[in-house]
């Protein structure tokens, strides 16, 4: 697991003034929002006597531990401590962790990591039809959701970019009569990559075969992802102008459980009448993956390339494997073998106060992998 990028903490619309338990990264944090309705993600465990503050409530704007009373603000700094009376100083070290947090798409963004404003990379920038959408735009209908996949996150990203697998996978598109690929080029883009592909069209079920005839051209279907999240959008071109787009932002629960958020866009069966439908067939979707992916072995990807065989169909999954030796390489992958060790240490992912101010802090950061040259990285 990667500290130092964005990943979707909540929906938007569950985030209120009552505090929202999360757990990212194998670590738990409180997501709330002020008075102003802005959001805000502190870490979780008070550093008095190891409270939940999620737990706890939202007072004028700060978050109060339900166990003492202390009360912290958006920027972690405790604010109040009702034990000591309301003349008291208070300690310098007392404060917890706080995150920056974006909206964006209907849901909570946190960026996990220590990096100033100016270093950190960008929320993805390509699902325009939901931006549009949001501002009163009818040509998409869109339903969201959440799936729990009981494998690695890296696992499951790389399967949402593996070209050949829907062939053999999926029941809705897949065609394993014909799951030859040929080689397609990736076009390596800023924080991610971007590939194309065409397959012979498949004969669809349900009310869908209303509209999505097999007497149509090749289905082309889009593929990029983006570091943030991870995020992958998949947009299929059924039978243009009739188009389908699944976005989905990929959050490490712990190293062995992940969260996958989606939404789901089409162009056509726009009626809410289609939603319940479409969104069981996205479910469907995420099930079969799960029924592959939550059993392959090793839990996580190799350490060295060579311990499996790739080959040219795998070229946007090798791509993320890059990115994601390239911040392993930068020294920030959690050490999830020693941070298990630990059984008696609450340790936090390091917020970028603590970048700016090292010193009176409570708990230590979590332990990370030391940065290594990247023909070293290994995920």
């Known amino acids: 697991m990667l500290i ?4 979707v903490a909540a929906e938007s619309a569950s985030v209120t003034t009552t505090p929202v338990g999360v757990r990212m990264l194998g670590q738990d944090f409180a997501v709330f929002r002020d008075k102003a309705g802005k959001a805000h993600c502190l870490s979780d465990v008070c550093i008095h006597r190891g409270g939940s503050l999620c737990r706890g409530k939202v007072v004028d ?5 339900p166990y003492h009373g202390w009360r912290f603000n958006a920027g972690g700094e405790c604010v109040e401590i009702p034990s000591l009376g309301p003349d008291a100083a208070i300690p310098k070290r007392a404060r917890v962790d706080s995150y920056p947090v974006q909206e964006k798409y209907g849901w909570v963004w946190v960026f996990l990591g220590d990096l100033a404003d100016d270093e950190r990379p960008p929320l ?8 549009a959408f949001e501002k009163g735009a009818a040509e998409w209908r869109f339903v969201r959701g959440t799936y729990v996949f009981d494998a690695a996150w890296t696992r499951v990203v790389e399967n949402g970019l593996d070209n050949a697998h829907p062939f053999f996978v999926h029941q809705d598109f897949g065609n394993p009569d014909n799951p030859r690929i040929t080689p397609v080029e990736i076009q390596e883009r800023p924080f991610g990559s971007y590939s194309t592909r065409a397959q012979k069209p498949v004969e669809k079920r349900g009310v869908w075969a209303e509209k999505i005839t097999t007497d149509r051209p090749d289905v082309r279907t889009e593929l990029q992802y983006h570091a943030s999240g991870p995020t992958v959008r998949i947009q299929m071109h059924l039978r243009p102008p009739m188009s389908q787009i699944i976005v989905s932002a990929y959050t490490p629960i712990d190293d062995k459980q992940t969260l996958s958020w989606w939404i789901q866009g089409r162009n056509f069966f726009t009626d809410p009448k289609y939603d319940d439908d479409s969104r069981r067939r996205v479910l469907t979707v995420f099930q079969e993956d799960a029924n592959v992916v939550n059993h392959i072995k090793p839990v996580h990807v190799p350490p060295s390339l060579s311990a499996e065989l790739t080959i040219y169909p795998d070229a946007m999954s090798f791509s993320f494997r890059k990115m994601i030796k390239e911040y392993e ?3 920030w992958r959690i050490d999830t073998k020693a941070m298990a060790a630990e059984d008696e240490i609450v340790r936090v992912i ?7 101010d090292p010193k009176n802090w409570v708990m230590d950061p979590v332990l990370l992998r030391p940065a290594r040259p990247m023909s070293q990285a290994a995920e």
């Open 329 to 331: 390489a930068k020294g």
């Open 61 to 65: 704007g700060t978050m109060q531990c």
């Open 124 to 131: 993805p920038d390509f699902y325009p039809e939901y931006e």
């Open 350 to 356: 390091p917020s970028p106060a603590r970048k700016a």
């Open 4 to 7: 130092n990028t964005w990943y």
